[in-house]
């Protein structure tokens, strides 16, 4: 049973154009967490949100966790080819054991 | 970067076979964990480590099993391997068992099984 589902599984874009992923469950997570992951490479964590409604920004990132801490969703402003890659959310639900969501495969062409 | 270092990078073996793969770090983490990673799946848990000796089970341990003798080397072993255990295995340490703590991860071993 997945419990954090994730939206889309794939993204193609091109470079410029603004994008959100979407992270969404029906339980509650005491934080949640975003990582990004390249090609043959681990998962390495971006943020990690703790506040029901906390938003945080990383450059041109910006990463919102639901008032009710059941959703979470990361918004890209000007994606850049650099942006390319597989982002994975990540809740915690009872300390230390993360359930991840599926991941969304970003790709940003020039 | 965080000193985790995972072995081997790719395997092929065959069904039936046991497989044995390595996560060792540098770091002196409490914690450590071993994922697999399958399309459309995301990362899933199979075991995890909160001391030496002390592991415990994850959301798809059947058919895995794992030690730790050492805080730095944590093993996960597949006894009689499956093709359904083809997949990419990450392994992950922390420092904390504190879901505000980032899981720092490895580069994955591909294991496949024909």
């Known amino acids: ?110 | 970067d965080a000193g985790i270092t995972q072995s081997p990078r790719h395997k092929v073996t065959e069904t039936g076979t046991p497989v044995t793969l390595r996560c060792h770090q540098t770091e002196n983490h409490r914690y450590m964990y071993w994922y697999r990673q399958d399309p459309g799946h995301g990362l899933r848990l199979i075991h995890y480590s909160y001391g030496v000796k002390d592991t415990d089970k994850g959301e798809v341990s059947d058919g895995y099993s794992v030690s730790r003798s050492k805080t730095e080397d944590f093993l996960l072993t597949l006894e009689s391997a499956t093709s359904s255990q083809t997949s990419v295995y990450f392994c992950a340490i922390s420092a904390q068992w504190d879901g505000n703590q980032p899981q720092h991860f490895g580069d994955g071993t591909r294991l496949s099984i024909l």
Not at chain 1, 56 to 80: C, M, P, V
């Open chain 1, 1 to 110: 049973t997945q419990l954090l589902e994730q939206s889309p599984q794939f993204l193609s874009i091109q470079e410029g154009e603004n994008l959100t992923v979407y992270c969404n469950s029906s339980s509650v997570f005491s934080s949640l967490q975003w990582y990004r992951q390249e090609p043959g490479e681990g998962p390495v964590l971006l943020v990690t949100v703790v506040t029901g409604g906390e938003v945080k920004k990383l450059k041109r990132l910006t990463f919102q966790f639901g008032d009710a801490r059941k959703d979470s969703s990361l918004h890209i402003t000007a994606a850049q080819p650099g942006d390319t890659g597989l982002y994975l959310c990540a809740g915690d639900l009872k300390g230390g054991k993360l359930i991840f969501g599926q991941g969304t495969e970003l790709s940003v062409k020039p």
